[in-house]
C-alpha cells in the first residue's frame, strides 16, 4: 500500500452517501426547515436522524459547486446512484427529499421502542371455548 502514496485506510459506517453542492446551498441562505432557514444539509442530517463525520450511518456531504447552478434551487446526488443528479427547490419538503434522493435507505416510519418490564410468568392458563347458549 505504501509504494502508491496511499499509507492507511480509514473505515466509515456509511451504507450511503449525498453529495450537496455547496455553491448553491450558500447562494440560498439556508431556504429548508420550518423556517426556511436551515441548510439543505442540515435539514436532511435530523431527517435521515444521522450525524455528521465517518461514524454516520448515511454520510450526508457538501462539496464543491457541481456546475449546475439552478435559481432557487440546491443539486444533490445521491452516491449510489451517480446518473441521476436532483435539483431541489427551496423549501421542498424534507421528507420527500429523502426518499426521492435515498429511497430504500430512509426508514418512513422508524420502529418504536417501548420500555417494558416482563415480570416472572407463573402459570400460564388455556381456557376452553365458551359453550353456546342456544
Known amino acids: 500500500m505504501e509504494a502508491d502514496g496511499v499509507k492507511r485506510a480509514v473505515r466509515s459506517n456509511w451504507e450511503r452517501a449525498v453529495l450537496v453542492c455547496g455553491k448553491c446551498s450558500t447562494k440560498l441562505d439556508g431556504g429548508f426547515g420550518s423556517k426556511g432557514h436551515t441548510p439543505l444539509v442540515k435539514a436532511l442530517r435530523r431527517e435521515l436522524g444521522v450525524g455528521k463525520g465517518r461514524k454516520a450511518r448515511i454520510g ?32 421542498a419538503d424534507i421528507g420527500h427529499v429523502a426518499r426521492t434522493l435515498l429511497g430504500d435507505a430512509v426508514d418512513p416510519d422508524p420502529p418504536v421502542q417501548f420500555d417494558l418490564a416482563v415480570t416472572e410468568v407463573t402459570e400460564v392458563v388455556i381456557l376452553p371455548d365458551q359453550p353456546s347458549l342456544a
Open 60 to 91: 450526508v456531504v457538501e462539496v464543491k459547486c457541481l456546475g449546475v447552478c439552478p435559481k432557487r434551487a440546491v443539486v444533490a446526488i445521491d452516491g449510489g446512484d451517480l446518473r441521476h443528479w436532483h435539483v431541489i427547490p427551496a423549501g
